[in-house]
């Protein structure tokens, strides 16, 4: 998947703990998003950050989750006091930050939440 | 508010036929057009793009075709092979902007 990567593949939390997804972009790459893909459903927006900013969280929830995308190393999801609702696929894709290198997003190969 | 939709979740095809997926729009702002494959586990895999400018673009065995008027596209397949079931995103955006899915459409090519 074009260098994105994520890690953990696979976090168990207990219900009230914390997650935290990292994300590397491919290398070069200044654009992140995260979608989340709950069982037997679609990709779902959740933010699209460049590094130190924020363009669009419109698809976050507006409690206990969280994102950035410092100048120096990964982007990070956080989700705090994780409830069984957030078990879910959360993957991250990344794009060059010049228009004229393309407009695609390229993907990891996602973090597997469960919460238990 | 879904923007991008795949109202067909599942379709098989014999292998060596012709393979359609279908994917409608509602945004005509949307410029930019994509497919993306993905296996149970996996993160989803670029496939082909098409610009708002073009109609139709090809690459080896998949064309993806855009109807703007009917804000409509479909990828093409041809011939299907079994290495080919997997389910199938479509994506759309607008310069600067997110990127929207539709639900995805399961393929199963059977041999």
């Known amino acids: 998947n074009a260098g994105v990567m994520q890690n953990p593949r696979h976090l168990v939390r207990r219900r009230g703990q914390e997650a935290r997804l990292r994300c590397s972009p491919v290398k070069g790459h200044s654009h992140v998003y995260w979608y989340r893909q709950l069982p037997e459903e679609g990709l779902k927006f959740m933010v699209y950050?460049?590094?130190?900013?924020?363009?669009?969280e419109s698809g976050m929830p507006k409690e206990r989750f969280s994102a950035e995308f410092p100048k120096e190393g990964p982007s990070i999801l956080r989700i705090q006091q994780v409830v069984r609702g957030d078990s879910a696929a959360y993957f991250c894709?990344?794009?060059?930050?010049?228009?004229?290198?393309?407009?695609?997003?390229?993907f990891g190969e996602g973090s597997w939440l469960t919460v238990v | 508010d879904q923007q991008v939709k795949q109202n067909s979740p599942s379709l098989s095809v014999q292998e060596g036929r012709i393979s359609i997926l279908n994917c409608d729009y509602t945004n005509s702002m949307f410029d930019y057009f994509l497919w993306y494959k993905k296996y149970p586990a996996e993160g989803p895999t670029f496939l082909i793009s098409i610009s708002s400018i073009k109609d139709k673009n090809e690459d080896g065995r998949f064309t993806v075709f855009l109807n703007k008027s009917a804000k409509h596209l479909s990828l093409h397949i041809v011939p299907s092979q079994p290495g080919d079931s997997a389910v199938y995103f479509c994506a759309a955006s607008a310069v600067g902007n997110q990127f929207y899915f539709g639900t995805g459409t399961s393929l199963t090519v059977i041999p």
């Open positions: 894709a990344s794009k060059p930050g010049t228009p004229s290198s393309g407009n695609t997003i390229y």
């Open positions: 950050l460049q590094k130190e900013n924020i363009i669009d």
